[in-house]
């Protein structure tokens, strides 16, 4: 079974007559390509498979700001919801750092870590790093 949702690049999407489109974003769409409960749905079930994988183990979330900050929330809310409708909880903790590699439009080179508790603290624990360039998938280091 796949575990991934694939959308083909020539993929047309939904007329808007199909949403409820906020006024403010009528001028500025032709369709709709992924819907809402759609994306919801797919973070419901992300929060399930981290769940399982984790098999119990402590997670450290990590949410790298300020991109990934709402599907972070929906995601933790799933997580929070399964813990306390489940048999088996895992233990979460929850933190927030920012990254910083450029400097007046020009790439640094590096990528220096703003925030968050002390990152040697971090050493040996299980993990889940989220921004916005990652939202499909999750890494446990």
Do not use: W
């Not at 809310?77 to 409708?85: A, E, G, S, T």
């Not at 002390?118 to 624990?125: C, Y």
């Amino acid at each position: 079974m796949a575990s991934y949702l694939q959308i083909a690049d020539e993929e047309k999407g939904h007329d808007l007559e199909l949403f409820c489109v906020p006024k403010h974003y009528e001028n500025d769409l032709e369709r709709v390509i992924i819907p809402h409960g759609l994306i919801m749905d797919r973070t419901e079930r992300l929060a399930r498979d981290i769940i399982r994988d984790m098999g119990g183990h402590h997670i450290v979330a990590l949410c790298v700001l300020k991109g990934g900050y709402k599907f972070f929330a929906d995601l933790m809310d799933y997580i929070k919801v399964l813990n306390q409708n489940s048999d088996k909880s895992v233990p979460l903790t929850v933190d927030f750092i920012r990254l910083k590699s450029y400097c007046n439009d020009k790439s640094t080179n590096s990528v220096k870590v703003i925030g968050g508790d002390e990152l040697s603290n971090l050493t040996g624990k299980h993990i889940c790093v989220l921004n916005e360039e990652a939202k499909e998938k999750y890494k446990v280091m």
